[in-house]
């Protein structure tokens, strides 16, 4: 999936900035990406591009930002870390990556805790995801110190992060990450290895 011609000259010679997975979100100033309207069960997307933004093509250093709200913890392991990759390929220097996702550590917080079972349970459901339709589920759990050690090992600077208490029971967490420098792709690919085998239980793996 390539980006239409029409939509970067919208820019005006402007930043080009991607926001993946829009939902119902609008955002003006950017190019707003999400899945087709049939795969969504009950929200009803408003985006510029229909498509999987996973088979998006982007010229290297050609990006100023990109964002995804409650989108990245829906991706593999595998999946997210190669994405990662390609978004550092994508972004300039200086660019941004702006992700929010569940808080993990927080919500096992309140999972392990002695709250009532309900609040535990809405917990379980931030985590895990919403399950209405086939992409509506969670596969990966995010927590600050995830996110720092992996973005700082795919050539980002972390330039800020904001743990999101919004009732006591629902916890987020948010992050933006600069693009540091140019980095050969390969040396990007050996960081997400080695990201990917810190979470092996073993050699077998």
């Not at 820019?11 to 950017?30: D, S």
């Not at 904001?162 to 050969?184: A, C, M, S, Y």
């Not at 990007?188 to 085998?197: D, F, M, N, P």
């Amino acid at each position: 999936m390539i980006i239409d011609n029409e939509l970067i000259k919208k820019m005006n010679g402007g930043p080009i900035r991607l926001h993946l997975g829009c939902g119902t979100k609008y955002l003006e100033g950017y190019v707003n990406i999400d899945y087709p309207v049939e795969k969504h069960s009950i929200v009803q997307p408003k985006a510029d591009v229909f498509g999987d933004f996973r088979e998006l093509k982007c010229p290297e250093n050609s990006v100023d930002e990109i964002r995804l709200h409650h989108v990245f913890e829906h991706f593999s392991r595998g999946t997210s870390l190669g994405l990662l990759v390609g978004w550092n390929k994508w972004l300039k220097v200086g660019g941004v990556l702006h992700l929010a996702t569940p808080d993990a550590e927080e919500s096992a917080r309140v999972i392990c805790s002695n709250r009532p079972l309900a609040n535990k349970m809405i917990a379980i459901r931030h985590l895990t995801g919403s399950h209405e339709a086939a992409w509506a589920y969670h596969i990966e759990q995010w927590f600050e110190e995830r996110f720092v050690h992996t973005l700082t090992m795919l050539n980002y600077n972390i330039v800020m992060l904001n743990k999101i208490n919004r009732d006591g029971t629902i916890f987020d967490i948010e992050v933006k990450g600069t693009k540091v420098n140019e980095t050969k792709l390969n040396e990007l690919i050996v960081s997400a290895e080695k990201l990917l085998w810190e979470s092996a239980t073993g050699p077998i793996e």
